[in-house]
């Protein structure tokens, strides 16, 4: 088994998981099957309790496992079927190990981070990894595991540490460190800053990992100056640092990779038994990319939800309405509306946001309501739902937002009142059927 661990400096949300999942198609192109592990350091148990505006979606396996949005872009990527093991959090391993000390697995030791927490976390990885991800059912060749957060981190310390000794515990030429830093260029002088990448390195370094790539983020190409700027101080070859800057699409990115020599060095580093130039997956991936370049139809849908100020609250609805798009070559534009400003009683508070509301609604080719929580905002779904009927625009309701159509046709069209429901109390005697309330 070949591990190759993404870690992250400078800033959090910089593309570590589209970086792993790049990172897997690639491998997987080359004829190599791939699994990802995702760890988040955070002490919640799974990511089902979780607010859209925390951490984005929260994505829902084959399995009902409720976890991070990264490992929606795994399965998309490489086309796998994850586990909700694969998705490792601080809340987990705390409660295996728990779990084991009352059990008195531990014939009383001290139970310590150092070795019972670093010891469980990278059991639970090596078995996961063995995990078979794919239609055929075989094991596994290389695992992707991405660490949550930035390096530094209190949370992350553990992971960090239990990853310094699996270095050596699987030999190094089974273990490869992919760092993902940001390269900031102020617009003030228009110059590319290495020094966050410096000390992100330097940082990461001190706690025992040394980065074998690292994987600058950067809004235009890396200056060759910088490059080897980089490499004189972060102590690796100019080929080891890779720049990934701001493209059209993502699915560009594993292009990207690919073109700055990354198989090729993975067949040095981890001795892959691949060939070195991978061509057929890739060649659909350029394929897709470069369509996405040329469309020229444009269409535009509105979503209307309650998050609408994070668009990865919505990651999976948003990737599935491009590559519909795509598909029959129009460019998507996504208009997002947060559902409570087309209540009415918006309009009296806030007329202007009202009318831009409803000014973004009417301009939409089609209308989407995703799923959601609470009462908050579904009377402007249902007003949504509404003119879309009305108006004969397409539709599509999603959990929460398919129950609406259903109210909003009942109340609409049936001509069935909204009521609230009448509680009886506990007490209440009804001796006969006929006596019980309608």
Request: proline fraction near 5%.
């Amino acid at each position: 088994m070949k591990y190759i661990l993404v870690t992250g400096g400078v800033i959090s949300g910089i593309g570590k998981g589209i970086i792993a999942s790049s990172v897997g198609t690639i491998l997987k192109s080359c004829g190599l099957h791939v699994t990802a592990i995702k760890i988040d350091p955070y002490i919640n148990i799974d990511a089902g309790t979780f607010s859209p505006y925390e951490h984005g979606e929260v994505f829902v396996l084959d399995d009902g496992g409720e976890v991070d949005l990264d490992l929606g872009n795994y399965e998309r990527f490489l086309d796998i079927r994850l586990t909700k093991d694969n998705n490792l959090t601080t809340g987990k391993i705390y409660q295996s190990v728990i779990t084991k000390e009352r059990r008195g697995d531990y014939l009383g030791k001290t139970v310590q981070v150092v070795p019972h927490i670093t010891d469980a976390i990278q059991e639970w990885v090596m078995r996961q990894a063995k995990v078979s991800v794919d239609d055929d059912g075989v094991e596994p060749q290389v695992c992707v595991i991405e660490l949550g957060g930035t390096v530094g981190d209190i949370e992350s310390m553990p992971f960090i540490e239990a990853f310094r000794q699996f270095q050596f515990k699987v030999k190094r030429e089974n273990f490869c460190n992919i760092h993902v830093s940001l390269v900031p260029q102020p617009s003030t002088t228009g110059e590319q800053k290495t020094k966050p990448t410096q000390n992100s390195v330097r940082e990461l370094r001190g706690l025992g990992l040394s980065p074998d790539l690292i994987v600058c983020r950067c809004s235009t190409p890396l200056d060759t100056a910088v490059k080897e700027k980089i490499s004189m101080f972060c102590h690796v070859e100019p080929e080891q640092v890779i720049c990934i800057h701001d493209v059209s699409s993502l699915y560009r990115v594993p292009l990207l990779l690919e073109d700055q020599g990354m198989v090729e060095y993975f067949c040095r580093r981890l001795d892959l038994p691949i060939e070195k130039r991978p061509h057929r997956m890739l060649t659909k991936w350029k394929e897709m990319s470069d369509r996405t370049d040329r469309l020229l139809e444009h269409t535009s849908i509105a979503l209307v939800g309650k998050y609408t100020k994070l668009s990865d609250s919505y990651a999976s609805v948003i990737k599935a309405l491009e590559h519909s798009a795509l598909a029959i070559n129009y460019k998507l534009e996504v208009k997002y509306i947060d559902s409570a400003d087309l209540e009415p009683s918006t309009q009296q508070e806030e007329p202007v946001k009202y009318h831009e509301a409803w000014q973004k609604l009417c301009s939409a080719n089609g209308v989407l309501v995703p799923g959601g929580f609470g009462v908050r905002g579904t009377e402007g779904k249902i007003q949504a739902i509404r003119w879309a009927r009305q108006q004969k625009k397409p539709f599509l309701g999603i959990c929460l937002g398919m129950q609406l159509a259903v109210c909003e046709f009942a109340r609409n069209v049936l001509g069935w009142q909204a009521f609230t429901p009448i509680f009886w109390p506990a007490s209440s005697s009804c001796s006969k059927t006929s006596e019980l309330p309608d």
